[in-house]
């Protein structure tokens, strides 16, 4: 699937502006001169700029009638269309049953699941699968401090 670049520039904009004007609502920290607001006002910034110069590079392609959209064709081959949909749909999945179920259990099926369905071997998509979801919890939830969902494990992590 391709989008001529002016339109993408327009969905950049649109997010980096989402960003700056949700973050502008964030603390800051006592005694600081920057807060939880620096980081997503930077990425929205940096969005905001990228998505200016697509919107220029869609507008000035050079003179060429491009398409708003236009299928790739290896969207027409119907397991890679399976695919977009599975990452699409784990996502999608991961927001309405993480609260619920938590975490852990959420990212070791996804992961499975995407592993299987991309034909990596059953062993190593379960240790795969395993290992990473591991990973994700240490880094996220006890290096990084990020409150991930516990769900049916809540008092046992």
Known sequence: MRFNDAVLGAVFIALALYMIITAAGFPSFAGQPYGASLFPTVMGG?????????????????????PAF???????????????ALIVGAIV???VLADTVGFIPIALV????????????????????????????????????????RGWLTGIV
């Open 93 to 95: 999945f991961y927001v």
């Open 46 to 66: 940096g969005f905001l700029i990228g998505g200016a110069l697509l919107v220029i590079r869609g507008l000035t392609a050079a003179g060429r009638e491009i």
């Open 110 to 149: 996804i992961l499975l699941g995407l592993f299987l369905w991309f034909r990596v071997k059953v062993v190593t998509a379960l240790l795969l699968s395993v290992a990473v979801t591991a990973l994700s919890f240490w880094f996220f939830a006890i290096m990084l401090r990020v409150p991930l969902p």
């Open 70 to 84: 236009t299928a790739d064709p290896a969207l027409l081959v119907p397991r890679n269309g399976i695919s977009v």
